[in-house]
Structure formats: C-alpha cells, structure tokens
C-alpha cells in the first residue's frame, strides 16, 4: 500500500497568514492526489483533486501543487473558518485508498 | 439537493452484526461508485470497501476482508455495508462517499457519518 505522509501533524497561525502543508507519497502517483477539509463533528469536505484542481464551490484561496510524490495545501489568506484537520489522499493505486495522517490547524 | 444519509449504526457487542445503510438522493445514484470510510474517535480516515455502479467491481480494506460486505441497490438509491465479525477496532463513526465520475477519482459528497460502538 501507498503510505501518505503529512507535515507537520499540527501547528498554529493566525488569521490572515499564508499557510502550507505537505504531503508525501511513498512513491509516484502522478497527480491522483485530494485534499480535504475535516471540522470537528463534521464529515470531509473535497476541495481539491487532481493534485491542483479546485472543487466547485471551495474558495480560490485554497490552492494545490504537486506531481510525483510531493504535493502542497496553500490557503493565501487565513479566514476564521478554515481552523480545521486536512487530510490528503492518493487515488492512484488501490485498493486501498490511503489517507495521510492529518495536519491540524489551530488559531494562534 | 445532492445528499447522502447513512443509518444503522449503534452498540453491538464483539462478535455481532451490524448492517449500515446509506441513502442517496439529488443524483443519478446508478452512475456511481461507493464507498465507505470509517474514522476511529480521535483518529485519521480510513477507507474501508468501494463498489462500481454496476457493482462489478469490489474492493476492501485488508483490516474488514472476509467480515464486511458492500452492496449496493440502484433501485432503491442505497448503498449497505453488513459488518459480521465486529471487533473492538471496528469502532469509528462510518462515512459513506461518492467517487467523482472518472475512475478513479476523489471522494466528492460524503454522508454525516454514523456511529458504530463494538463493546460489551
């Protein structure tokens, strides 16, 4: 199985910040790569697949990049509702779909 | 509204049963595959089973293989996930979720989730 890696598990930002997360496959899986949005209580949200193409709906402040084995999640511009869990998923080679592990987003 | 609604889950003691439901509407449910994820309290995202529309193609997560068993009803608009076997490990609120169209693709409408407890 693919093994997902995310970084960092957590960390802070204030609103407004520039924030990254990155997630790492165990090997190549071109751009079959999601990126979701979990709010506690809540089930996930897709907004990004295809490594960089935006869900309808999401906000263009979410962006995503990658090809390979390495991807990013970059929000340009904190808002108060995007504190929440990130996970990223590869699609490429399964069974199984795997998950990273979480990148948990806390106020500052 | 695209919607799906998942039911069924509750407190099951080891070794019991359990079939969880999940109800589509807002969509061709028939041109889709499924899919069920779980998520352990506290825990990351699992993904469990996937079933084509057509349920000619099935695939499940080593963790559930020979104790759960996706299917689906077109009719109906329902997907099913009966869980024999359960462990204590089973425990996780249970997803149900949409591939996009092409395949394969990401999960792009989940369900609320439901509880399942496996506990004596």
């Known amino acids: 199985a693919i093994r997902m890696t995310q970084s960092p598990s957590s960390f802070s930002a204030s609103t407004g910040d520039r924030v990254t997360i990155t997630c790492r496959a165990s090997q190549g899986i071109s751009s079959y790569l999601a990126w979701y949005q979990q709010k506690p209580g809540k089930a996930p949200k897709l907004l990004i697949y295809a490594a960089s193409t935006l869900q309808s709906g999401v906000p263009s402040r979410f962006s995503g990049s990658g090809s390979g084995t390495d991807f990013t999640l970059t929000i340009s511009c904190l808002q108060s509702e995007d504190f929440a869990t990130y996970y990223c998923?590869?699609?490429?080679?399964?069974?199984?779909?795997?998950f990273g592990q979480g990148t948990k987003l806390e106020i500052k | 509204e695209v919607q799906l609604v998942e039911s069924g889950g509750g407190l099951v003691q080891p070794g019991g049963s359990l079939r969880l439901s999940c109800a589509a509407s807002?969509?061709?449910?028939?041109?889709?595959?499924m899919n069920w994820v779980r998520q352990a309290p506290g825990k990351g995202l699992e993904w469990v089973s996937y079933?084509?529309?057509?349920?000619?193609?099935?695939y499940y997560a080593d963790s559930v293989k020979g104790r759960f068993t996706i299917s689906r009803d077109n009719a109906k608009n329902s997907l099913y996930l009966q869980m024999n076997s359960l462990r204590a490990e089973d425990t996780a609120v249970y997803y149900c979720?949409?591939?996009?169209?092409?395949?394969?693709?990401?999960?792009?409408?989940w369900g609320q989730g439901t509880m399942v407890t496996v506990s004596s």
């Open positions: 079933i084509s529309s057509s349920s000619s193609t099935i």
């Open positions: 998923q590869q699609y490429y080679s399964y069974p199984p779909y795997t």
């Open positions: 807002g969509f061709t449910f028939s041109s889709y595959s």
């Open positions: 979720a949409r591939d996009r169209p092409r395949i394969p693709d990401a999960f792009d409408i």
